[in-house]
């Protein structure tokens, strides 16, 4: 699946949140929504990448599927998760940025 550099959810994630439109935030409305759709899109995308590599394994151990798409799968589904972990830990970081702010 080829995906174009300036159609992807973070793209348009950054649009919405700058302003500049797009099809999640016509005039600004809306950019918690894309924000929340961004995230929750992202998530999915992990957990059906581990899903692939589970399938990959299983398919592996049967004789189905050859080692390098095995290996191949199994990188894609730890980079998913380690991106997942990363974006995370920079949320819980923001938080505790915010909470420490005084008022």
């Known amino acids: 699946m080829m995906i174009s550099p300036n159609n992807t959810p973070a793209v348009a994630a ?3 949140t700058a302003g500049l439109g797009g099809p999640e935030a016509p005039g600004g ?27 990959a394994t299983q ?3 049967t004789g189905q599927m050859g080692t390098t ?3 191949m799968a199994v990188g894609r589904a730890e980079l998913a998760l380690q ?11 923001a938080y505790q940025d915010v909470m420490r702010m005084a008022v």
């Not at 809306?30 to 961004?38: C, L, N, P, R, S």
């Not at 929750?40 to 692939?52: I, L």
């Not at 997942?84 to 920079?90: E, G, K, L």
Request: glycine share 12%.
């Open 83 to 93: 991106t997942a972990v990363a974006v995370r830990d920079r949320m819980v970081t």
């Open 29 to 55: 409305a809306g950019i918690g929504e894309g924000f929340e759709a961004v995230l929750g899109q992202v998530m999915q995308q992990a957990v059906g990448k581990a899903r692939a590599a589970d399938h």
């Open 14 to 16: 950054y649009r919405a």
């Open 69 to 71: 798409e095995v290996v």
């Open 59 to 61: 398919a592996g151990l």
